[in-house]
């Protein structure tokens, strides 16, 4: 099994800015985003939903992570954002993907398939069965705050 291996690892539901090599993994219908900003440091997230990816829940789980994700990525500092998701059919990734594009419209790149993104040696990457880890790794209790709810 590879190995990436990435100063800071962010897990489930939760993010963090580094200004060196930083990234997510264990993407399923989850979606990890690796966004860079004006300042030159990298924002890394994994987020979540709770609620089912159902039709029903689809402009809910959409407008949620648009509002979540104002709160800690402001536009402004925004350059450019890649995602990465398990699974890019499954409808609460399309539905969290159309909420960040809903925040930063073409800063926000196609949604790509992989278990994992990360920010290395100034290239994001994408990995589909390799293993993220970090040289520090951040809480692992999936209570943190990138959930929609």
Do not use: R, W
């Given at each position: 099994?590879?190995?990436?291996?990435?100063?800071?690892?962010?897990?489930?539901?939760?993010?963090?800015?580094?200004?060196?090599?930083?990234?997510?993994?264990?993407?399923?219908?989850?979606?990890?985003?690796?966004?860079?900003?004006?300042?030159?440091?990298t924002f890394c997230a994994h987020i979540a939903s709770s609620?089912?990816?159902?039709?029903a829940n689809v402009p809910t789980i959409t407008s949620k992570?648009?509002?979540?994700?104002?709160?800690?990525?402001?536009?402004?500092?925004?350059?450019?954002?890649?995602?990465?998701?398990?699974?890019?059919?499954?409808?609460?990734?399309?539905?969290?993907?159309?909420?960040?594009?809903?925040?930063?419209?073409?800063?926000?790149?196609?949604?790509?398939?992989?278990?994992?993104?990360?920010?290395?040696?100034?290239?994001?990457?994408?990995?589909?069965?390799?293993?993220?880890?970090?040289?520090?790794?951040?809480?692992?209790?999936f209570n943190g705050p990138m959930d929609i709810q």
């Amino acid at each position: 099994m590879v190995v990436i291996t990435v100063s800071y690892k962010v897990h489930m539901t939760y993010y963090s800015e580094s200004t060196g090599s930083i990234g997510t993994d264990g993407l399923g219908p989850c979606v990890g985003i690796i966004a860079k900003k004006s300042n030159g440091s990298t924002f890394c997230a994994h987020i979540a939903s709770s609620l089912p990816g159902t039709d029903a829940n689809v402009p809910t789980i959409t407008s949620k992570t648009t509002e979540l994700i104002n709160k800690y990525l402001k536009n402004a500092d925004l350059v450019e954002m890649s995602c990465a998701t398990g699974n890019t059919k499954d409808k609460s990734a399309t539905a969290i993907y159309k909420g960040l594009t809903n925040a930063y419209g073409a800063k926000v790149k196609p949604l790509v398939q992989g278990t994992g993104i990360y920010f290395k040696d100034g290239a994001v990457g994408v990995v589909q069965a390799e293993t993220i880890k970090g040289t520090v790794e951040g809480p692992n209790d999936f209570n943190g705050p990138m959930d929609i709810q």
